[in-house]
């Protein structure tokens, strides 16, 4: 039972993933109305990914259980405008809360917070390296997903980044390159994603969250509504 429940969640993120893949999104625009207003675009070489994968040798598994996502990674100078946290995030030993950033090109060009300790815990994680103040992922999970719907907070964050949607400081997907698998180091590369010490999730899904994607034909779509999917 356990088994074929999971074949059948696999199979649901991936039509989920699929069907982003097929809009070929150029650049996702995020609003709620605790202030988050924000765009980042996705490379056109880039790729949503989903549930269970393969690995090069062709074995299929599930790199984290549980999971809700669809995920990639951006074009990293290219994050502009105001997120702002969901839920609290445990940074370097300590627990932060109503927090979040100001990006302009890509960085992290001011940490929004009231709380002077955890203002300055948020500084030095996005000081730890150039990568650490800009994106690495991308990933997309509904609001009403079984994680948010415990109202638990794990402080684990493969565990409450499958709560809502969410970003990522720090190292991006090498993976999520089309035909990733088929590149040379050489050519990776030139995609030039993000790199860096860290990867730290943060939530920023809300309940009426919108997302809409410009895609690369110049046509939009709605991607999310009311802090769900609209696809």
Request: aromatic share 10%; with cysteine; glycine share 6%.
């Amino acid at each position: 039972m356990l088994f074929r429940s999971w074949k059948e969640h696999n199979k649901n993120l991936l039509e989920k993933s699929t069907k982003l893949n097929d809009l070929h999104i150029k650049k996702l625009y995020y609003k709620s109305s605790n202030g988050t207003d924000f765009s980042i675009e996705i490379p056109e070489c880039m790729k949503f990914e989903a549930g269970g994968e393969y690995t090069l040798g062709g074995v299929y598994y599930n790199p984290n259980m549980p999971t809700e996502e669809c995920f990639t990674s951006p074009n990293k100078y290219s994050a502009n405008g105001v997120v702002y946290a969901t839920k609290p995030l445990s940074v370097m030993g300590s627990v932060v809360s109503d927090f979040g950033f100001r990006f302009e090109n890509g960085k992290v060009v001011e940490v929004l917070s009231d709380k002077v300790e955890e203002k300055n815990l948020l500084e030095k994680l996005i000081s730890l390296d150039e990568g650490a103040s800009r994106l690495g992922e991308v990933a997309l999970v509904p609001f009403d997903s079984p994680i948010n719907k415990t109202g638990l907070l794990f402080y684990s964050t493969l565990y409450d980044e499958n709560a809502c949607c969410h970003l990522a400081l720090g190292r991006a997907f090498n993976e999520c390159i089309k035909d990733y698998n088929e590149l040379t180091e050489e050519e990776i590369k030139k995609v030039d994603l993000n790199t860096s010490i860290i990867h730290v999730d943060f939530m920023i899904g809300t309940s009426d969250l919108s997302i809409t994607a410009e895609l690369y034909d110049g046509t939009t779509a709605e991607i999310f509504k009311n802090g769900t999917w609209a696809i």
